[in-house]
């Protein structure tokens, strides 16, 4: 059996998180290959008390399947914190997490309340004299954890093993941070030993869970079973192939699946592309087909609901456009998606045009790729395609055939646009509500 890959074919928040839900019922084990909680995943969890929405930022969102095996791979910074809380969380839903369930890799890397109040400093600090400076992080110490990775300095979940020597490591790691927070940004430092402390009783708890995950995943696959990575962020958020700097510090795209769980591309299956049929954005950054007012408050929502365009993780409200058709061919191509998976469909019911942003225009020339890459959209104006909306309900719909005449013209330009075919869509936020396309 292959390794499948989600990810997500724009900014984040396509609803990834939905999709590997549907596609974990089938899968052996869902393993998380980049970022840390900075990821936010909304899912339903069927309780006894009814279905009961969770949003996951660390554990891989197929865990709620029962069968399912979660492991969180090396190329993750992982908050141990929110890791426990998040563990702790599902088992009061009735869900169970426990070492045989659960696989955390030995090389991952461990973020500290030092990276949490470094990335807080470095934004704020951005941002003094001018808004536009800041990156718009979700403030969760992404960055400065990634940082101490590629320094040579950062603090393994191996480390977990022994409690002790952590405590003595992150004690010497909180020193070093509060040299920075308070001589550099002025602000207040952290205390050293209250956090190693804190690690120490972390690692206690976490160790049982420590794997060496890519044998393990190696071994899985072998067997035949079905693995599934889950991505995080999203293709344009990817710290080498996104909208540099408004990026995160990570690899998301899928070549970040085999560096981030130790799986060589040979098992690659499926790479499944999930895109909203919109637009969206948190955090600075130029986006050519952004809108405003009326147009923009009917994508996003009100907020009422657990869908609509707010930040799962720091609740902003997202910046909503039409979608990008050249930023969606470019995740096609350096993902190597096979498929493509439409989410919020139900969301542009109602409107009476639908728009396609199909190239773009810049000193009067016209570009359907991008000349140098996404690094920077602000020169660019979105060229549109503008076709009918329709008006029906569409929650209901299961098949293409269940849809308006003018949603599926809009459907297939999107295959014709980007020459890979859909094959599932989501009209609803329920488990069921999928058109199956195939
Ligand atoms: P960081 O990952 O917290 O450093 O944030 C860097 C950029 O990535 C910011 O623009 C964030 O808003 C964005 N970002 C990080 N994680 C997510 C996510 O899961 N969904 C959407 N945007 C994200």
């Known amino acids: 059996m292959p390794l499948h890959i989600i990810v997500g074919a724009q900014w984040g928040d396509e609803g990834k998180g939905r999709i590997t839900d549907l596609l974990a019922a089938e899968a052996a084990v869902v393993a998380r290959y980049s970022g840390g909680d900075n990821a936010g995943h909304t899912v339903t969890v069927e309780g006894s008390a009814g279905p009961q929405i969770f949003k996951l930022h660390l554990l891989p969102s197929g865990l709620i399947h029962s069968h399912v095996v979660g492991v969180l791979g090396h190329g993750m910074v992982i908050n141990p914190r929110r890791l426990l809380d998040e563990i702790e969380q599902l088992r009061a839903l009735g869900v169970p997490v426990s070492p045989e369930r659960l696989k955390i890799s030995a090389a991952a890397h461990l973020l500290t309340p030092g990276h949490v109040a470094l990335d807080r400093a470095e934004e704020a600090a951005r941002a003094a004299g001018h808004a536009e400076g800041k990156l718009g992080t979700t403030g969760r110490g992404i960055g400065p954890a990634y940082t101490d990775k590629t320094a040579r300095r950062g603090l393994r979940a191996e480390n977990l093993l022994d409690p002790e020597r952590l405590g003595d490591r992150v004690a010497e790691h909180v020193r070093q941070v509060n040299q920075t927070l308070e001589r550099l940004y002025g602000a207040p430092g952290l205390d050293p030993a209250q956090v190693a402390a804190d690690y120490t009783d972390y690692a206690r708890r976490l160790a049982p869970y420590l794997t060496e995950t890519s044998l393990y995943l190696h071994e899985r696959l072998r067997h035949n079973a079905a693995v599934l990575a889950e991505g995080a962020q999203g293709t344009l958020l990817d710290l080498d192939l996104g909208t540099y700097p408004f990026v995160t510090s990570s690899s998301p795209t899928s070549a970040g699946a085999f ?60 910046r909503c456009g039409w979608l990008d058709l050249v930023l969606l061919r470019y995740a096609v191509r350096v993902n190597g998606l096979t498929e493509l998976v439409l989410t919020k469909m139900d969301v542009l019911s109602g409107l009476d045009e639908v728009r396609l942003c199909t190239a773009y225009a810049a000193n009067g020339a016209q570009h359907a790729e991008l000349p140098l890459g996404p690094a920077d959209l602000a020169p660019f104006q979105p060229v549109y395609e503008t076709m009918p909306g329709w008006r029906e309900d569409l929650s209901g719909a299961r098949t293409l055939a269940d849809l308006p005449a003018a949603a599926r013209h809009y459907v297939r330009r999107i295959e014709e646009l980007t020459g890979v075919p859909v094959s599932l869509i989501s009209v609803g936020p329920e488990r069921s509500q999928i058109v199956r396309a195939e």
Request: proline share 8%; aromatic share 10%; glycine share 20%.
């Open 259 to 318: 560096v981030g769980l130790g799986v060589g591309p040979q098992w690659a299956g499926r790479i499944v592309g999930v895109t909203k049929v919109f637009q969206t954005r948190v955090g600075a950054g130029p986006f050519p087909t952004e809108t405003f007012g009326l147009e923009a408050e009917r994508l996003r929502g009100t907020g009422a609901n657990p869908w609509d365009e707010f930040g799962t993780t720091t609740g902003r409200p997202r």
